[in-house]
T-cell receptor
Framework: DAMVIQNPRYQVTQFGKPVTLSCSQT?????MYWYQQKSSQAPKLLFH???????NEADTPDNFQSRRPNTSFCFLDIRSPGLGDAAMYLC?????????FGDGTRLSIL | AQRVTQPEKLLSVFKGAPVELKCNYS??????LFWYVQYSRQRLQLLLR??SRESIKGFTADLNKGETSFHLKKPFAQEEDSAMYYC????????????FGKGTKLTVNP
């Protein structure tokens, strides 16, 4: 039973063309996170929501935005993807006892 | 500053041998420590958290505040333990952001 669901699993976009990745959860957790994970590297936190409160990491590029319209859904928007943004993007949730991760979306940039 | 150090990028052992994956941390306060595992082509998943003091899949980890370490141990490694292992910490409460180590790739040879 997938509790954190990311769509799509694979996303291909063109250089500079906006792209949106989505995440939904069935856990009713109040905290949701977006991570970027490049090959052979640890996940790097981009931002997180505590309920509706948005928390951006200091080194997250302005190119990355996020929306959380309700408890269940969270979106990652990349306004003008560059080649360096090709990575696995992980969504996670937390209800206070460790984070639960989705399968990730692998983003490729042409 | 919050930091998690996993000194070994790669670790290779034979089946049946003991394995220890090292993790040291730096945190001003009382962190919560976790081990996450990522099997090939699978999602990142929680393996252990120090507050639970549990054994999962034969793995244990003890928090040593004096040495600021949280090493992961298993007395007899199995081939199915081959995976990427990440040590991580967060502030108390469990809902704050995770700081990951760079990970250790464990290979258990037959």
């Amino acid at each position: 039973d997938a509790m954190v669901i990311q769509n799509p699993r694979y996303q291909v976009t063109q250089f500079g063309k906006p792209v949106t990745l989505s995440c939904s959860q069935t856990l009713n957790h109040n905290v949701m996170y977006w991570y970027q994970q490049k090959s052979s590297q640890a996940p790097k936190l981009l931002f997180h929501y505590y309920d509706k409160d948005f928390n951006n990491e200091a080194d997250t590029p302005d190119n990355f935005q996020s929306r959380r319209p309700n408890t269940s859904f969270c979106f990652l928007d990349i306004r003008s993807p560059g080649l360096g943004d090709a990575a696995m993007y992980l969504c996670a949730t937390s209800g206070g006892w460790g984070q639960h991760f989705g399968d990730g979306t692998r983003l490729s940039i042409l | 500053a919050q930091r998690v150090t996993q000194p070994e990028k790669l670790l290779s052992v034979f089946k049946g041998a003991p394995v220890e994956l090292k993790c040291n941390y730096s945190y001003s306060g009382s962190p919560e420590l976790f081990w996450y595992v990522q099997y090939s082509r699978q999602r990142l998943q929680l393996l252990l958290r120090h507050i639970s003091r549990e054994s999962i899949k034969g793995f244990t980890a003890d928090l040593n505040k004096g040495e600021t370490s949280f090493h992961l141990k298993k007395p007899f490694a199995q081939e199915e333990d081959s995976a990427m292992y990440y040590c991580a910490l967060t502030g108390q409460g469990g809902s704050e952001k995770l700081v990951f180590g760079k990970g250790t790739k464990l290979t258990v040879n037959p």
